[in-house]
């Protein structure tokens, strides 16, 4: 779908979630997010090089990637237009510690029955010292980041698929700073999935919108402000 529409999309390997909680017990948070940065800011330099227009560069993330999606969208916001995080929330030591250099467009994306991440937020993440924000308090902070106004515009997304067992609405924020929106999208009985996609779980997974084609549209409407 990315190369449709002209877009060059990455997926970086990643390791399992076990490997990831050992590697931040050995060198530590910081020392990973740094080491997660650097890594990609080499992707992004990579591909600049290779005719990629730096205007156009966006960063989705889902589950454990949204959270160290949103860590980046506070570290690398000078070099992603953009960014779209689905069943994550932000860590609560960025909630005051979180300085974008130019702010960006932010679509958030979360169901409410998410057990592995919750809607509610959650205390010692996979048993380590490191909280994770409620999706409204991350709603609030990206809102508050970019100065936007208190009349958000909410509408009901179509129930195209009654069977699916999920009812989603989606928050826009239109009058953020430089012209930048920051819109969410809340799954009512939504659990750890992928909107649109097919996963052989027992779990809801919303069908009544394609969270891919969501976020690539847009991406699409919001590049890079001066």
Same mark, same amino acid.
């Given at each position: 779908?990315?190369?449709? #529409? ?6 970086? #390997?990643?390791?399992?979630? !076990? ?29 600049? @090089? ?12 889902? $589950?454990? $990637? ?21 069943? $994550? ?23 409410? =029955? !998410? ?15 490191? #909280?994770?924000?409620?999706?409204? @308090?991350? @709603?609030?902070?990206?809102? $508050?980041?970019? #100065? ?9 997304? &179509?129930?195209? =698929?009654?069977? =699916? ?29 992928? &909107? ?20 690539? @549209? ?9």
């Amino acid at each position: 779908e990315a190369e449709a #529409n002209g877009y060059l999309a990455a997926f970086p #390997n990643q390791h399992s979630i !076990d490997d990831h909680v050992e590697e931040i017990l050995a060198i530590g948070m910081q020392a990973v997010l740094d080491k997660n940065q650097a890594f990609l800011e080499a992707v992004l330099d990579y591909s600049i @090089e290779r005719g990629a227009d730096p205007s156009k560069t966006y960063l989705l993330g889902y $589950g454990s $990637g949204s959270v160290w999606a949103q860590s980046m969208a506070c570290r690398l916001s000078a070099r992603f237009a953009a960014f779209a995080f689905v069943s $994550g929330t932000i860590a609560t030591t960025l909630l005051d510690d979180c300085a974008p250099e130019r702010f960006p467009s932010i679509l958030m994306i979360h169901g409410t =029955d !998410d057990t592995s991440i919750p809607y509610s937020g959650m205390k010692n993440w996979y048993g380590l010292s490191f #909280n994770l924000a409620s999706f409204s @308090e991350t @709603e609030a902070h990206w809102a $508050g980041l970019g #100065n936007c106004g208190t009349t958000p515009e909410l509408t009901l997304i &179509p129930d195209n =698929d009654p069977e =699916d067992g999920t009812i989603s609405s989606r928050t826009v924020r239109t009058d953020c700073t430089n012209g930048q929106n920051v819109e969410s999208i809340v799954v009512q009985n939504g659990s750890h999935t992928y &909107p649109g996609g097919v996963f052989p779980t027992t779990f809801s997974v919303s069908q009544d919108f394609n969270a891919n084609a969501v976020a690539l @549209e847009f991406f699409t409407n919001h590049p890079a402000t001066p």
